[in-house]
């Protein structure tokens, strides 16, 4: 999602439709994402990991390389609808995986190398993308599906013990306090972040009129912050608790986004966007761990919520962001520094429960 953010722009001038049209973009893929993740891990009933693996992934690449050729803006948005609807199949299982197979001690470190290697892939998407024509960014993600079909086919574990119907927990899950707060948590802090994310590029590019290159740079950035703050989010869930990496994120992230309104200069907007990187992968890191340690009975659900919620409240801060940023960033940017300071201020009061609030699992 980074790269593509960081070449709107670029597809705004090809197509010659502004910015802010051309940055719905990234809600087509985010809304369909969030919605089509709930079935994923419900399926893994039904079906093998491997097998819905090799399909979503195979399905992935055939949509991206058509968003790649598409010749003109409609095009583009239903092929990247398409491609969220996919994609979305990824991260439920690999948390599905996860929860079955590693140790609880040791799931913090294992979840922020996942993460480290997503977010490695998007260092590169941004660095390339202000060095290759737009078209490419979506051709070399289809690519690397194909090889990742390959070696999803070759190498990828199947877990599943038993075929039963793929009959959905939702609203069990749902009802235990832990779990619905911990997912009105990741909405709020998804919605808040992607609400500035998404439309970081058109800042740089509109307000502080840097060229391609330098956008997608300082955006690299960001990314590059990502792939060492998950590893050490996951890290900092193991040693020093779920909850203090929660707040050390959203801290970060509260700090960088006030400091955007008024610092504007070339040696700032890095160091701006390191803090960025991190605040919100360490948070992320922490509350995938915090996930994975609720029960297991609800694992399935859980797993393709957290996705669901995340990019649907993602695909809303986008359309929420862009409303307001449209009419002046920096007082975009202040609302969202609130934002997070208020969330950083309720976290405790949202994610600590009591003992008699323990997941229950009807029997």
Known sequence: MGSISAIVPAIAQDFGISDFVAGRINWAYMLPYGICALFYGPLTRLFHNKQINVATLSLFAVFSFLSGCAVGYRALFVFRFLVGVFAAATTPLVLIYLADQAAQERRGTFVGFFFSATFMATLLGLFLSGLISWRWMFFIPSLLALVAVLLTALFF?????Q???????????????VIWRAFAYIFLVSLFYHGVRQWLGVYFARDLEWRQFWVSMALTLGSLAGVFGEALGGLSADKKGRLPTLKAGVLLMTGATGLFIFLRTAWAIPVLMLAWGFGWTINHAGMSTFLTDLDKPFMKEISSLNSSVRFVAGGLGVLIGGALFRQSFRLGFFVYM???????LATDAILKTKKTEAVHVPT
Do not use: D, K, V
Request: glycine fraction near 4%; aromatic fraction near 18%.
């Open 157 to 161: 574990p199947e877990t599943q013990t």
């Open 163 to 177: 075929r039963y119907a793929a009959q959905s927990r939702y609203i069990e899950a749902l009802r235990q306090p």
């Open 338 to 344: 609130i934002f997070f300071g208020l969330l950083f």
